[in-house]
């Protein structure tokens, strides 16, 4: 069975997501990135690690309503993951996005939340 392995990331609204970088950085030693979030490796050896980020208050990544934040989850198998979902009835959207940072697909909870899923590329 295909499954989460661990949490890909936090993503999260914000009226200037440069000033609140700059913000968790000054007062909690955060190491906000050039592109505007944290990366933390849990275990090398693995592939992956956990995204904190910030996005501007008007994104349309966290999909159509008034979500204020967005999990990334962790998988093991996106392909086999997304089949076994599709079976048991849950909403999938039909994109996937692969790139060099892996691949991505995305789910709506029942309580309308939008899931982001992400199989990290191999090692």
């Known amino acids: ?46 592939p992956g690690y956990t995204l904190w980020s910030p996005f501007a208050v008007d994104t349309a990544y966290f999909g159509a309503g008034s979500q204020s934040y967005m999990i990334n989850l962790r998988v093991d198998d996106l392909d086999a993951l997304l089949s076994q979902l599709r079976a048991a009835g849950v909403n999938v959207d039909e994109r996937v996005d692969k790139s060099e940072y892996g691949a991505f697909g995305w789910i709506t909870d029942p309580d309308g939340n939008r899931v982001e899923l992400w199989q990290p590329p191999a090692a």
């Open 1 to 46: 069975m295909a499954k989460v392995i661990g949490v890909g990331g936090i993503f999260f609204k914000s009226r200037d997501p440069k000033a609140l970088a700059e913000w968790y950085t000054e007062h909690l030693g955060l190491p906000v990135d050039k592109w505007g979030g944290a990366r933390f490796a849990e275990d090398v050896s693995r």
